[in-house]
């Protein structure tokens, strides 16, 4: 079975960093594109960051400088290392692997492929 269980997350105020960390089994964890994607209320879902299988990685322009996302592929982990936190960066996070991880998705469609569950960063002025 695949799963993608999700930790970290949480409240901070503006200036803050958080981590989020996604521990996937039940596929090869370092052949598969892997991403994080994010949702605010009545926003689509965006692709943030992601690892892709020739190890190219991408930043949305909003998190460039301020978010780096690594992995262990020795834990089948995935981290989201977020700094310089700011209210705009509120939403649902979402880890997902999604063969070329798109820019826009249904945040948690296995249409696109399987994902975490899911944690909230809420990111107060």
């Known amino acids: 079975e695949v799963r993608l269980v999700q930790s970290g997350g949480g409240s901070v105020q503006a200036g803050g960093s958080l981590t989020l960390s996604c521990t996937a089994s039940?596929?090869?964890?370092?052949?598969?594109?892997m991403g994080w994607y994010r949702q605010a209320p009545g926003n689509e879902c965006n692709l943030v960051s992601s690892?892709?299988?020739?190890?190219?990685?991408y930043y949305a322009d909003s998190v460039k400088g301020r978010f780096t996302v690594s992995q262990d592929n020795a834990k089948n982990t995935m981290y989201l290392q977020m700094n310089s936190l700011k209210p705009e960066d509120t939403a649902e996070y979402y880890c997902?692997?999604?063969?070329?991880?798109?820019?826009?998705?249904?945040?948690?469609?296995?249409?696109?492929?399987?994902w975490g569950q899911g944690t909230q960063v809420t990111v107060s002025s």
């Open positions: 997902a692997a999604i063969p070329t991880t798109p820019l826009a998705v249904v945040c948690g469609s296995k249409y696109y492929g399987a």
């Open positions: 039940g596929f090869t964890f370092d052949d598969s594109d």
């Open positions: 690892i892709v299988t020739d190890d190219r990685i």
